[in-house]
Nanobody
Framework: QVQLVESGGGLVQAGGSLRLSCAAT????????MGWYRQAPGNQRELVAS???????NYADSVKGRFTISRDYAKNTLYPQMNSLKPEDTAVYYC??????????WGQGTQVTVSS
């Protein structure tokens, strides 16, 4: 079992920045991938960014050059730094991990609202 606790969402003006965080506890030794998804009203949940244990990262085309994902292995915490935010980035952001098995776990989600 892995538990995920997210924080850092909120309201920001277009062009601004936010830094989310996701702390993982439990069977963290089995984590192979950590990442963030987002879901806007009426839309499907979509990948924002992910990072493998070896450090390889993957970004959605819509956030490339604006978002940076990083992982603090000592704290078992995942961070996306989100810059140059746009109104279309407004969504509930979900932290997710994939563990050996494989099995996926989700956080509770945190709201990010970007005003124009």
């Amino acid at each position: 079992q892995v538990q995920l606790v997210e924080s850092g969402g909120g309201l920001v003006q277009a062009g601004g920045s936010l830094r989310l965080s996701c702390a993982a506890t439990g069977s963290i030794f089995s984590i192979s991938t950590m990442g963030w998804y987002r879901q806007a009203p009426g839309n499907q949940r979509e990948l924002v960014a992910s990072i493998l244990n070896g450090g390889s990262t993957n970004y959605a085309d819509s956030v490339k050059g604006r978002f940076t994902i990083s992982r603090d292995y000592a704290k078992n915490t995942l961070y996306p730094q989100m810059n140059s935010l746009k109104p279309e980035d407004t969504a509930v952001y979900y932290c997710t991990v994939v563990v050996v098995g494989p099995r996926r776990y989700w956080g509770q989600g945190t709201q990010v609202t970007v005003s124009s």
